[in-house]
């Protein structure tokens, strides 16, 4: 009598840890609609508002140009260096404040259920899956800068800022 009320105790607790397991896993994936379709971003010609985190971005990476579609040219990968000089450059032919993001501003970008590019290809056309620079230094190894690596979504601090990464302007609201 004792082990089958043992037994009908771990069958429960292994229902009860199946549907608990079911439930938290697939609550991530039930969340696809992203970006523009979700009503993070808004889009207006070559900027993209993002209500979240109250700030402007630059549709297109350095380099890019918008053709009023999506983004033309090729990419520029830059060091921290080039980054100040072409933040001047910005704030000359577009107007306003633009900087490299914040760690957690770029990492809102990320889109984890999207398959190839963990960005918003919509609000973001051709980006390219690969470390794109924050302007903010890792604080446990202050030598480096973090980056957010759009073909994993995942953030590292490990670059130094000689080393050439792409580059998406940002500017408050």
Not at 27 to 42: E, R
Not at 78 to 107: F, K, T, Y
Not at 119 to 132: G, L, N, R
Not at 158 to 163: M, S, Y
Request: glycine share 8%; proline share 3%; charged share 20%.
């Amino acid at each position: 009598m004792l082990r089958q009320l043992m037994n009908m105790q771990r069958s429960y607790f292994v229902v009860l840890v199946m549907v608990c397991g079911a439930f938290f896993m697939s609550a991530p994936t039930a969340a696809v609609a992203t970006g523009l379709a979700n009503g993070q971003f808004l889009a207006r010609d070559h900027l993209i508002i993002d209500l979240r985190s109250g700030v402007e971005w630059m549709r297109c990476s350095v380099g890019q140009r918008w053709n009023g579609n999506s983004c033309d040219g090729e990419i520029i990968r830059l060091n921290h260096d080039d980054v100040a000089r072409a933040i001047v450059i910005a704030n000359e032919q577009l107007g306003g404040s633009w900087r490299l993001p914040s760690r957690e501003e770029l990492e809102g970008l990320v889109c984890a259920a999207c398959e190839v590019i963990k960005i918003d290809s919509d609000s973001f056309p051709q980006t390219v899956p690969e470390p794109y620079w924050t302007g903010e230094v890792n604080g446990f190894a202050s030598r480096h800068f973090w980056s957010v690596n759009f073909m994993t979504g995942y953030t590292y601090g490990r670059f130094f800022p000689q080393q050439k990464l792409a580059v998406r302007l940002v500017r408050d609201r």
